[in-house]
């Protein structure tokens, strides 16, 4: 039982490229987030999942994309990375929407 | 708009003494509920305590529990007999909202830190 994994753990980008992050769960949980950390600010949504094939926004969206084709599985993308976007990125999971959220260990995302 | 603050950007307590990280939260719903998580220095996020806003006693996990005052809009942490591994920074966090129109998301507060001395 690996819990909330999360893919790459660091990467570096330069502005203008994209990426996928790409966070898995193992748990059967339905809902599912995306947050960014930066320093000072605790962290922040981007966007979360009710269920499969469902997404919709938080708190701070703007620049960012996100799928859940599978119940396992939530994608966060770039499309066109900005120096603003350097960040921690934390996934989350949860089976009730009430209770504690389970989070992957973060991805250092710089861009340059 | 739902905010969650905490006053204090650090903390220092001597190990085995009790210590108080402060949290207000300002909601205008009813039905919320109120959490604290830990992050270490290597970065992870791990729940430690539950509050739901109807609950009538405080919540409590080990040496962990939750001062919750509802007129007051306060979820304070107490942690009991610290140790050296609690060095950590603590985010407090609100749920929004409940029944059909609960989401799970959360909003945190900016985080303290707390340093344990030996």
């Known amino acids: 039982n690996a819990g909330v994994t999360q893919t790459p753990k660091f990467r570096v980008l330069k502005t203008g490229q994209s990426m996928t992050l790409l966070c898995a769960q193992d748990?059967?949980?339905?809902?599912m987030y995306w947050y960014r950390q930066d320093p000072g600010m605790g962290l922040r949504l981007i966007h979360y999942?009710?269920?499969?094939?469902?997404?919709a926004k938080g708190e701070v969206p703007d620049g960012y994309n996100v799928s859940r084709l599978k119940k396992q599985n939530f994608l966060l993308g770039l499309e066109s990375a900005a120096p603003s976007q350097t960040s921690v990125y934390f996934c989350?999971?949860?089976?009730?929407?009430?209770?504690?959220?389970?989070f992957g260990p973060g991805t250092r995302l710089t861009v340059t | 708009a739902q905010k969650i603050t905490q006053t204090q950007p650090g903390m220092f307590v001597q190990e085995k003494e009790a210590v108080t990280l402060d949290c207000t939260y300002d909601?205008?719903?009813?039905?919320?509920?109120l959490f604290w998580y830990k992050q270490p220095s290597s970065g992870e996020m791990i729940f430690l305590i539950y509050?739901?806003?109807?609950?009538?006693q405080n919540a409590t996990e080990g040496r962990y529990s939750l001062n919750f005052q509802k007129a007051r809009k306060s979820a304070n942490l107490v942690i009991s007999a610290s140790q050296l591994g609690d060095s950590a920074m603590y985010f407090c966090?609100?749920?929004?909202?409940?029944?059909?129109?609960?989401?799970?998301?959360?909003?945190f507060g900016q985080g303290t830190t707390l340093q344990v001395k030996p």
């Open positions: 909601t205008s719903d009813q039905s919320y509920g």
């Open positions: 999942s009710v269920g499969e094939g469902t997404t």
């Open positions: 748990m059967n949980h339905e809902y």
């Open positions: 989350a999971s949860s089976y009730y929407p009430g209770r504690e959220q389970y």
């Open positions: 509050q739901g806003s109807y609950d009538e």
């Open positions: 966090a609100m749920r929004e909202g409940g029944g059909s129109s609960n989401t799970g998301k959360l909003i």
